[in-house]
Structures are given as C-alpha cells and as structure tokens.
DNA sequence: CTGGGGAGGGGGCCC
DNA sequence: GGGGCCCCCTCCCCA
C-alpha cells in the first residue's frame, strides 16, 4: 500500500462526529504512519542502492572485502564514522574509504545491514563481535540491543551469588552458555529488549527502536579534540571536572546492567579466537570506581591499558581515491585519532587520569615530564627572567630571586626595595635558574617519587618570604639538594 | 563583573 | 618509540 493509498484509505474513516474534518488524534496518528511510512521506504531504497553499488560514496575494507555503502548513512549512523566523515568533509565530494581490521566481514555485515533495515541480526555466536565492533564504531544503541540480547539470554543472578562476576567465552556460549541460535525476527522491539523471557530466543532482528535511549545514562561522548575546536568538544582538560575517567573501555557504553570487560588475550580484531570476555556486574562496582576517583590508584595505567587494547585502538585507514593512505590510531575511549600509537599513548593518559611525574617540591602531579620540567623551572626555580612585579625583564644583576614556600619569582631590584629589605632573607644556596639534578633524569623522571597525603599541603605553606642569591651555575646547583630548601 | 596574566593540559610534530 | 618543543586552549586568580 503506498502513502496516498494508506492517506486515502484512513481519511475514509473519519470520526462520526466531525464531518469534514478528521479527528486531531487520528490526524496526527496518520501524519505518524505517513512519516514512518516514508522512513522505511527511504531506507529500504537506500539499501537497494547499497546492495546496487548506486550512488555508494564510500567503501569500507573489511578482511579484504570491500563493503559499499553511502556516507551519508555510515555518518548518521556511527559516532565512529561521523568523526571519520568530518575530518574528511573537505573532500566532500571524493570517494572515501575506511579500512578494518578489527572485525569480521560477517560481523560488519550484521552492523551494516542494521544500518540500512534498522535490524540486528544477533546470534549467540555473534553478538559479543558485533557488540565489540558497535563499541568501536560508537554504535551505542546496537552495544544496547547486544547488551539486552546477552542479558536475556544468561541466567546471570544464578551466577552472580557465586562470585559475582562472570565468564562468558565463545566456547561457553557455544556449549550452551549462550541458547544455541534459533532464527527470530520480530518486529516489535521494544517488547522484546524490555521483558525477554526465560524462553527468549537466542537470535533476533532486533529493530532500531528510537524509544531507547542508551545515551541517557552515560557521559556524552567528546568530540574529536581538534585545534580550535570548542571545549565542549574535546575531553575535559582538569582531573577535577574529568567527571568520568573512564577506566573501562566499555565503561561508556555501558549504561548501568553490565560492563563488558576485554581480557588481554582478548582482541576484537581476532576473529574466530578463543576471547576471553568477562561480564562484571556493575552493581559490584563502587561509585569511585565509576567515577574514577583520584584517591584511588588506577588499575589501568595509560601503558597497561595500551598494551590491553592493541586491536581495539587498531589502525584505521582513511584515505581517497589515490590510495594513498592516512593511517590513523583511534582512542577506545572518544574519538580522538592520532597518526602516531606513542601519542595514543599519550593522549589515553587523559582517559586513565594516570600522573606519573610528580614534582618533589609541590607534591603536584603531571601527565607529562615537559609539563613537570615547564612546571618546576617556572615555579621552583623561577627560571624567567622577569620581574613578578613590574613585568620588565631582569638580569641576574638588576634581579633577585624571592623565595616564598616553595615558590619561586624574581623581582627586580627597584621592586626588591619596594617591597622593605629587611622583611626578607637572602639564601645562597637558591637553585633558580640552575640544573633540573635528579628531578628530570630519565632514570628517575618517570618513576615518581615519594608522595604522601601530608606532602599536597606542601605548597606555598606559609613560609617567610625568602629573597636568596641567585646562584645559576649549573655544576655547583648539580651537586645540591635539588630540592628548594625553605630556611 | 570583567579582562589580563599565569599555570596547567593536550595535540601536532620534529629529532 | 620516547623525548622534547611549540602552539593553543581552558581554568583560575587577581586587580
């Protein structure tokens, strides 16, 4: 039946009451059918044209073959390809195509067919591959439908008195840890994620059901963090306001239920490997580690959570039609991509909260040792050359250093007199301007040093003002305590 | 309340 | 791959 059919045949019955006009209900209940009408029709044409290679704008590489598809469609559907998609939005009108390899064609036939029908095609065997490949694709309702598939189909609170967490392999599902999969299609979605009975089948076309919203619970995922980009798109810069660390590399897509853990040997990419999957529910997850609380040690440090996740980062190609190329690193986490897997690397440390190189002097922690060193010449050792107070450039003759607590500044000698000689105190032993010693050597930069709670209060702690001798020579500062002495 | 400057943090990229 | 530099951005403090 088409739309005028539909709009001829449901205008024919009208309210008794209302000659003429069709009652507002039914009008807009049509205007509904209509609408949902035209959308299924515009997709089904759509995959039409997918599955004729007409008008396919973009071509995905998947184990070798070459899936067609409109990047129209992979944009609207993907929070991974949208970030794809942008960054090649200058070429707008090239072909562009994406490779991967880090999952299956049949699982990427599964994401794509959703794409195009609004059905997931899940199987027990299936799903946690589609699930990992949803995740990696940002697909946070399909994670949602896989999650609900997994869900019904485990007797998990059984399990949970146990030990509350549970092991789901491959093997498992196959030997019946999962029901063995039984073709399924329903059209009615919705009842089917919110009541799945203890007789719900193993495979289902779930349909894409805007009702669920799977965001809802969850940080919003940032944007790529480009240059000049807003700061609501890049990833929270302060550990402060870094509301949700996200320590897991499902955490954000998991909203409440289960998070689905990978286990190092575990590699999405490794099609048709034994994984090792855990499934943790979240009810035995403390807030703090939710939240990723500071005051807890990470259990995933940047490196650790690297090393873990070598397919899942993977390597993303995006180039144009001459082959030529941009390889790219994608973080699990949101959708930052860099070109090299050591500023992977280093970006994952904003995810982890990790701080590695602490400062001796002030108990403050960065990501970075350049930030430490930056950090320690600027505060510690007051290393510009400019005076605090009047902002004119200073010399080691025409400026002094002030030493207040554990910081550091200079002032110049007309400030110095400004501010009364005799409330200060002159120090020789002043390491401003002198050597980084043992507080940036390889060896013991990235070691971190001893740190106690006692140690934040370090800073700027109230001591005296203390105006010492600028002494930079470096070979003499070399074989000083390098920590800043407060006298 | 607002603007300026300092400090910290993150990305790109070179060595 | 690590270190380091440069640049840009945001936040915070202070006048």
Redesign the pocket.
Known sequence: MDILSEMRTKGSSQTPGEPGQPHPSRVSALSADISSSHQSRLLQQLDEQRRQELFCDCSVLVEGRVFKAHRNVLFASSGYFRMLLSQGAQDCGQPVSASFEVFSQDTFTVILDFMYSGKLDLTSTNVIEVMSAASYLQMTDVIGYCKSFIKSSLDISAKEEDDHYLSLSENASRSGGVREPQDYSSSNAGAMLKSPSSSQPASWHIYNSPEVDYHKETKSEPE????????SE?????????ALQIADPELHASPGGYQFSLGPEGGAGETGKKKDWSIQPAATRSSSELKGAPSRPKAEKA?ELYNTLPTIVGVVGLFNRDECPTMRFK?PF?T????????L???L??HTGE?PYP?EA?S????????L???FQ??HQAR?L?C?KC?RQVTELSGRVVCEGT?R?RLCNECLLESGCDSVVFDSSDPAGGVMGPY?G?EE??KGWPMTDEDDLAEDSGADLIIQEVEDSDEELEQKETKPVVS
């Open positions: 790529p963090a480009k240059r000049g980009s807003s700061p890049q990833p929270s810069r302060r550990m402060g306001r870094r490196d973080c949101c930052h991509t860099v070109k090299r897997k050591a500023d690397k280093r970006h440390r904003c701080r400062c002030c403050k922690r960065f990501t970075r040792l350049e930030h060193r930056s950090h600027t505060i510009k400019i605090r902002k910081r500044y940036f390889e930069g990235d």
